[in-house]
């Protein structure tokens, strides 16, 4: 089982709907969470961080992360063909572990929007 | 936010020749890190440092190596690349919890 799983896609969603991205991860003490979008060639850029059970919006991304059930979440509201790209669920595993403060990153799950 | 620079954007170069990518920043990160993605592919994280005079190697196996002499640099050294070693690579630095990428090399060895 990888640590971080995430699925491969493609996601296609229509212009203006909401894209829903799910992330699983095995180490159940994981501390932070993070969503990258990369674009195609391009290096990833952090979109989303969250750290608590619940709910974190930031314009129109919804990040959601429940920690008993050991998954988070993307929500990209009203999308637009601009969010066509992977997206990176990225784990923060147990600090204080020989890990330390890796980043351990999912497979991407590549969006598209259609106009 | 970090201000991350990547040296050079795009290398082709032939097999046995010596490369160094550059990776600096300028925010005073303590945590450094070089991760190898193919296109299409996951990112891999071949090394890392957490101050200066510390690198680690990462989950991927790489034949890189890497030095932290001073924090704002981190270059990353391949003695003798291989058309293998044709990939992109990633440098990227912590602001706290959040990691930051710079632009990234695209390395081509012929």
């Known amino acids: 089982q990888k640590e971080v799983e995430q699925n491969s896609g493609p996601l296609s969603v229509p212009e203006g709907a909401i894209a829903s991205l799910n992330c699983t991860y095995s180490?159940?003490?994981?501390?932070?969470f993070f969503w990258y979008r990369q674009y195609s060639g391009k290096s990833p850029e952090l979109i989303m961080s969250i750290y608590s059970n619940g709910d974190k919006e930031d314009g129109r991304f919804t990040a959601q992360l429940n920690k008993a059930s050991q998954y988070v979440s993307l929500l990209i509201r009203d999308s637009q063909p601009s969010d066509s790209a992977t997206y990176l669920c990225?784990?923060?595993?147990?600090?204080?572990?020989?890990?330390?403060?890796?980043?351990?990153f999912g497979g991407g799950t590549r969006v598209l929007v259609k106009p | 936010e970090a201000d991350i620079y990547q040296t050079p954007r795009y290398l082709v170069i032939g097999t046995g020749k010596k490369i160094t990518l550059e990776c600096s920043q300028t925010?005073?990160?303590?945590?450094m890190y070089w991760y190898q993605q193919d296109p299409g592919m996951e990112l891999h994280l071949i090394h890392y440092?957490?101050?200066?005079?510390?690198?680690e190697k990462g989950d991927l196996s790489s034949e890189s190596t890497v030095s932290r002499i001073r924090t704002e640099h981190f270059p990353l050294t391949l003695e003798s690349a291989r058309p293998s070693h044709t990939s992109q690579y990633l440098c990227a630095s912590n602001w706290g919890h959040e990691q930051f990428f710079g632009p990234g090399t695209r390395l081509t060895v012929l």
């Open positions: 440092s957490y101050g200066v005079n510390s690198t």
């Open positions: 925010m005073g990160h303590d945590k």
């Open positions: 180490d159940r003490g994981s501390q932070s």
């Open positions: 990225a784990v923060n595993i147990t600090p204080g572990k020989a890990a330390g403060n890796k980043l351990t």
